[in-house]
């Protein structure tokens, strides 16, 4: 071993070093920073809050709108006067800002030690090890490789619900996305891999398990040793497993066999996430979203005839370019007609790189936000609606913890994905409870724990 390594590798076992994370975006963000921090615990980092503290600050970035973007650049500057006082604190930036910027970001701000592209994650050790040694910039963001990173170590941020990436990508080029850009083409971790995760996370503990992937019913349309049905059919038999989720599907994916799977499925929680992104035909046609409100109507039926205690919830944009009061209109009202149990509701934001940036008529920023609250009030008072009728049913609820307002309050959650607030007594997060809806809200349910 070269003799710098070995004075590299002595201070590293002579002292304890620490790393904060910081972490935006989706899901799949939250999921591969457990990978980074699983790997970074295996070279003897350990995660603190405080990045005055850190030895080694990464960013897990998201570029989805421009707002996280802001949020990043902001810390970026802070993280300056940190390397000022501390010459040897690593500083990385990971994710999708990463890969879509590149060596840009160490062009304006070369404070930064390293730039780590979406596909790159489980390259994290290698880079951190040789910045130790070497502190010269490393820019590594090529996209379009295959190597997954099913082999590194994972460190979930709960001790009963774990996240599984079941593939990375997306072949679908909505025409406002800039994920396909910045995740690359779809690619499908083998079964196996994901179920002796799964298997693994249950051996350990974990009660729930989610399956994820930026459209996981288009899993296995790569490798075709298995696809997305079978999958779920596979997860649902793991000894041991209590419930099984997954997340996001694309409605013009989302198959039969899958609703079949989850009709007979024991684990598998009756909820689906399904965004719809708007109501009208005309803007969904420009979104390039390949369906219409016709066959998602259709879609809806066939979930709720076979699942009929299924929640679905959703994702809707507003302000698309080219949007008019009328598809406005047609988009409340479609919202009054499907009677989602809840919707995630979103202002277009302009991304550079994808096409409807380019779209003429981009919508005045204060007719977006008037009529963001026009639909946030019909979708509420559906969701309200949805709520009361659950008022004195008995649910049951898997304990996540106590309410970050108040600690004499645990909160929970159906296995139809709603939030269920109740008194504590002796409850630990990832026990099951029996819970009394006696207060329905919009957006939780408080109750009162009952026996048995
Ligand atoms: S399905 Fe569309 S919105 Fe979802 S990640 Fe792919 S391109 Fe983006």
């Given at each position: ?21 910081l972490?935006y ?26 990045m005055e503290?850190?030895?080694?600050i990464?960013i897990?970035t ?5 707002t996280a973007e802001d949020k990043v650049y902001g810390k970026i500057g802070e993280i300056k006067q940190l390397k000022r006082r501390?010459?040897?604190l690593?500083f990385?930036i990971?994710?999708?800002m990463?890969?879509?910027e590149?060596?840009?970001l160490i062009k304006r701000a070369p404070h930064i ?340």
């Amino acid at each position: 071993m070269p003799k710098e390594i070995q004075q590299a590798e002595a201070t590293r076992c002579s002292r304890r070093r620490t790393c904060c994370l910081l972490v935006y975006g989706c899901q799949m963000n939250i999921s591969d920073a457990e990978r980074m921090e699983g790997q970074l615990k295996s070279i003897g980092y350990e995660r603190i809050d405080s990045m005055e503290d850190a030895d080694l600050i990464l960013i897990n970035t998201c570029c989805v709108r421009e707002t996280a973007e802001d949020k990043v650049y902001g810390k970026i500057g802070e993280i300056k006067q940190l390397k000022r006082r501390n010459p040897e604190l690593i500083f990385g930036i990971t994710g999708c800002m990463a890969q879509k910027e590149g060596e840009a970001l160490i062009k304006r701000a070369p404070h930064i030690d390293f730039v780590l592209g979406t596909n790159k994650v489980h390259e994290l050790t290698k880079i951190v090890r040789q910045l130790e040694i070497t502190r010269e910039h490393v820019v590594d963001v090529m996209l379009g490789e295959t190597e997954l990173p099913d082999d590194v170590p994972v460190a979930r941020g709960s001790g009963f619900s774990a996240w599984v990436p079941i593939m990375y990508g997306c072949n679908n080029f909505c025409s406002y996305c800039i994920v396909p850009y910045v995740r690359g083409r779809e690619r499908s971790r083998r079964p196996e891999d994901v179920l002796s995760e799964v298997e693994e996370a249950v051996q350990q503990g974990y009660k729930e398990i989610t399956l994820l992937g930026q459209n996981v019913n288009s899993y296995g349309k790569d490798h075709r040793q298995a696809d997305f049905a079978e999958l779920l059919a596979r997860v649902d038999q793991v000894k041991g497993i209590r419930r099984v989720r997954f997340m996001t599907s694309h409605p013009k994916d989302l198959s039969d066999r899958v609703i079949a799977v989850m009709k007979s499925g024991e684990h598998l929680c009756e909820h689906i996430h399904l965004p719809v992104q708007y109501g009208s035909n005309r803007i969904l046609k420009a979104m390039n979203r390949v369906y219409t409100v016709e066959t998602y109507r259709d879609l809806v039926r066939r979930i709720r005839e076979n699942i009929p205690q299924v929640s679905l919830t959703t994702d809707l944009i507003v302000g698309f370019p080219g949007e008019t009061d009328t598809d406005f209109r047609e988009t409340l009202d479609f919202l009054k007609e499907i009677r989602f149990d809840a919707a995630y509701t979103f202002i277009y934001s302009k991304r550079s790189g994808t096409p409807a940036a380019k779209m003429e008529q981009q919508v005045d920023e204060e007719l977006k936000r008037a009529r963001l609250q026009a639909l946030m009030e019909v979708q509420n008072a559906v969701s309200l609606e949805i709520n009361h009728a659950l008022k004195d049913s008995v649910v049951e609820i898997m304990v996540e913890g106590p309410s970050k307002t108040d600690p004499s309050v645990y909160t929970g959650r159906t296995r139809t994905n709603k939030i269920v607030l109740f008194p504590h007594t002796d409850e630990k997060a990832g026990d099951f409870a029996r819970i009394r809806i006696t207060q329905p809200q919009t957006w939780v349910l408080k109750g009162e724990r009952v026996s048995g």
